[in-house]
Each structure stands twice: as structure tokens, then as C-alpha cells.
T-cell receptor, first 112, second 113 residues
Framework: DAGVIQSPRHEVTEMGQEVTLRCKPI?????LFWYRQTMMRGLELLIY????????DSGMPEDRFSAKMPNASFSTLKIQPSEPRDSAVYFC??????????FGAGTRLSVL | GDSVTQMEGPVTLSEEAFLTINCTYT??????LFWYVQYPGEGLQLLLK?????DKGSNKGFEATYRKETTSFHLEKGSVQVSDSAVYFC????????????FGQGTTLQVKP
């Protein structure tokens, strides 16, 4: 298996623009997680899904952030409008259960 | 709520030195415990795990023992290499078998030749 695939790897955008990050989980995994990593705040869980259903979105910072999982093989994290403070590395991870998570390589987002 | 506390970094060692990274946790119930490693420019990857008290997880020369009496899961390696330079995260499984993990803040290890 190719592992968790995230795209794009790097994204540079201007303040106010819409940003969409994409994730393809490992086939057969029931859980999908979105994290944000910054130097100041470390690794933060934003939202996670079980069988395509959002279970806990309490980590989503504000209404500008939204996440969807239309099917078992695809998820998106959208930021609209983006702000400079959203600059971070965003990780997607999937899990077959039993609490072991497999992380993608991340998307490095820079909002100018 | 459940939480994980790791020693502050960065930890700087010379090659072949002994490594300990401390991790303590607070949890209800009986969580599983994990160490993840993040190499520069990459995502986190599982290093080792332990699912019950007194279990020892091991991988690539790293070890950690699940100590329920001290609520600890310290990571050790007898002889570090430059290639071990990375950020190490301690984590515990969330309650209710949700698949969720609770991560510590991460400890940066830098190994110098």
C-alpha cells in the first residue's frame, strides 16, 4: 500500500483566499484524523472521522475551517478565508482501529 | 481529562550516548501507550507500543516499559546515532476505544557526531 497520501505537499497562498487540503487514507482504515502542527502549539487534533462520519470536531479553531469525508477514500480540509496565522503543517492520519495511526507526509501551508 | 507530559527539549547528545526521554501520563482506565517519531520533513510514524502494565515495547534499539505504579512510559536507547535525530512523541489511547490518540508536546533529540 502507498500509505496515506496528502496533496499538495506545499501550498502558498494570500490572505483571504480559499485553501483546500486533500487526503487519501489507507484502504480499509475506518478512522481518519486531521492535525495541525506549529512550533508554538505543537501537534493539535482538529477533527476525526469514523466510517466517514465526523465524530469530534472540537479542535477545529473556528468556522473558517471545515472538513468533509464524502467517501472512504477521500477527505478534504478547507480554510475559507485563510489568514496568516493558519500557516502550519497539516497532517492527515488514518487508522484501522486499535489506536495505531498512520500519518501522511503533511501539507506545509504558508498564508502571506 | 487524559493527558501526556514529556520532558522539555531539545535534548542534545553525542553519538553512542545513552538516551532517556521521560514521559508521564494521566488517564482513567487502562490506556495503551505509544512512542511516535517524526524525522525532519516527514509525518509521525509509530516507533513502539505497549498495551498493558509491565509490557515492554521495543524497536530499532529503543525500549519503553509501561509502568502503571508511576504512570510512566520513558523511552530509552543504549547508544544513539546521528540518524536518531528527530522529534519523539509520547501518546496514549483515548478512552472508549475511539481510535483517538492523545499526544505529548514532543521532545526534539539532536545527536552530534
Amino acid at each position: 500500500d502507498a500509505g496515506v497520501i496528502q496533496s499538495p505537499r506545499h501550498e502558498v497562498t494570500e490572505m483571504g483566499q480559499e485553501v483546500t487540503l486533500r487526503c487519501k487514507p489507507i484502504s480499509g482504515h475506518d478512522y481518519l484524523f486531521w492535525y495541525r502542527q506549529t512550533m508554538m502549539r505543537g501537534l493539535e487534533l482538529l477533527i476525526y472521522f469514523n466510517n466517514n462520519v465526523p465524530i469530534d470536531d472540537s479542535g477545529m479553531p473556528e468556522d473558517r475551517f471545515s472538513a468533509k469525508m464524502p467517501n472512504a477514500s477521500f477527505s478534504t480540509l478547507k480554510i475559507q478565508p485563510s489568514e496568516p496565522r493558519d500557516s502550519a503543517v497539516y497532517f492527515c492520519a488514518s487508522s484501522p482501529g486499535k489506536n495505531i495511526q498512520y500519518f501522511g507526509a503533511g501539507t506545509r501551508l504558508s498564508v502571506l | 481529562g487524559d493527558s501526556v507530559t514529556q520532558m522539555e527539549g531539545p535534548v542534545t547528545l553525542s553519538e553512542e550516548a545513552f538516551l532517556t526521554i521521560n514521559c508521564t501520563y494521566t488517564a482513567t482506565g487502562y490506556p495503551s501507550l505509544f512512542w511516535y517519531v517524526q524525522y525532519p520533513g516527514e509525518g509521525l510514524q509509530l516507533l513502539l507500543k505497549a498495551t498493558k502494565a509491565d509490557d515492554k515495547g521495543s524497536n530499532k534499539g529503543f525500549e519503553a516499559t509501561y509502568r502503571k505504579e508511576t504512570t510512566s512510559f520513558h523511552l530509552e536507547k543504549g547508544s544513539v546515532q546521528v540518524s536518531d535525530s528527530a522529534v519523539y512523541f509520547c501518546a496514549l489511547s483515548g478512552s472508549g476505544n475511539t481510535g483517538k490518540l492523545i499526544f505529548g508536546q514532543g521532545t526534539t533529540l539532536q545527536v552530534k557526531p
